[in-house]
């Protein structure tokens, strides 16, 4: 395998150019368990670790390797390891608030082309999930596409599969089954070597399904769900990333229970448009869209001109924002005064030696 067919290129030349310099190797995660890797040089899998250099200097879980990140390490071939000394710039990445209740931010995957959202036409389908996916993609520069999968198993698979189209007018949205090939050729499309996909959704959706129906063979492992409520067991426990001929490399995540928005720096996903659209009507400007005299927004969703999904999904998703901005700020705040509390202590000491110095 070539660094090209693992989705080297240009841009990543020129960003690993001072690290060349220092004598280091490129390499991709293409897989991470805790803080111990997988990478492959292009020439052959081997064991990576941080420096521990890396481990000092990294301030968030975010900054560590992700699975699809290029990195700068040392390589010993004779004993299949190398040790990681520092990220090559990632270009995209995909990233949520992680899971409980500290606001933390977590990297699912890095420099990818296209993610595909899964979701399964059995009970897994979730019109809520997707504009909340599509939110939390918009402005990353990644591109977005819809899968439908298990068609076979929904005799209303066609007309989901429109209504999914309006809800979601700029993503293109596939109808497919894994299981039986249907619409599998319409996916390869989006895919082709050197570049990265990344497919998320819940667990039970079919992504691992998808994958292996794709490479011709089981490379991802995968469970049966439950016939009561569609749901599966997580069979992919760690993002693994997996070369498939024709179609470039793939990543697999495990299914997301919770998807927590990290941040929108303002933005809003497209779908979300004809809510802000609206608002520019509104008597005030600063208003919130729910009880206040002269709301263009309320009166447009009154009328049916907004669908009620979408507006349900922008208020639970702009709640959401100013929650975890909030956290985001007290963190930030509570890590200044740490830091000027921990200088104030360094100036003290250093006052104090000097005036010893004086005194002898």
Same mark, same amino acid.
């Given at each position: ?91 995209? !990445? ?30 897994? !389908? ?6 909340? !996916? ?52 319409? /996916?390869?499309? !989006? ?22 129906? /794709? ?26 990333? +997996? ?28 779908? +979300?448009?004809?809510? /802000? ?10 208003? /919130? ?33 100013? +929650? ?21 202590? +360094? ?14």
């Amino acid at each position: 395998m070539t660094l090209e067919q693992l989705g080297w290129n240009s841009r990543f030349e020129e960003d690993f150019e001072p690290f060349r310099k220092d004598g280091l190797n490129p390499a991709r995660v293409i897989a991470e368990h805790r803080e111990r890797y997988i990478l492959h040089t292009g020439e052959a899998e081997i064991a990576g670790e941080v420096s521990g250099k890396f481990m000092f200097t990294a301030q968030t879980p975010s900054e560590y390797p992700k699975t699809g990140d290029w990195v700068a390490a040392s390589v010993f071939p004779e004993e299949s390891k190398a040790i990681i000394h520092s990220l090559v710039p990632r270009h995209t !990445y995909f990233s949520r608030k992680a899971a409980g209740i500290k606001t933390v931010e977590q990297v699912m995957a890095s420099n990818i082309d296209t993610i595909f959202i899964v979701q399964g036409l059995d009970n897994n !389908y979730n019109p809520m999930r997707l504009l909340r !996916y599509a939110a939390s993609i918009e402005g990353t520069g990644i591109s977005p596409v819809v899968i439908l999968n298990k068609s076979d198993l929904n005799p209303d698979a066609s007309q989901i599969l429109e209504k999914t189209k309006e809800l979601l007018r700029s993503i293109p949205i596939l109808e497919i089954s894994a299981k039986t090939g249907n619409h599998m050729s319409e /996916l390869k499309k !989006y895919m082709s070597e050197g570049m990265t996909s990344v497919f998320v959704g819940s667990s039970g959706a079919g992504k691992s399904t998808i994958i292996n129906s /794709l490479a011709g063979r089981q490379v991802a492992q995968t469970h049966e769900v439950r016939e009561d409520d569609s749901r599966g067991r997580h069979t992919t426990v760690a993002r693994q990333l +997996y070369f498939i001929d024709n179609c470039g490399m793939v990543i697999d995540t495990p299914g997301i229970r919770e998807l927590q928005l990290w941040d929108d720096d303002g933005k809003s996903s497209p779908e +979300y448009d004809i809510v /802000l659209m609206y608002a520019q009507n509104c008597r005030f400007k600063d208003c /919130l869209h729910e009880n206040e005299p002269g709301c263009a927004v309320k009166e447009a969703a009154d009328k049916g001109l907004i669908p009620p999904e979408i507006l349900k999904s922008y208020f639970k998703l702009k709640k959401e924002m100013e +929650y975890t901005r909030s956290k985001v700020d007290e963190a930030a705040a509570l890590e200044r005064k740490q830091k000027e509390k921990k200088f104030g202590k +360094y100036v003290k000491n250093v006052l104090k030696d000097i005036k010893e110095v004086k005194g002898r």
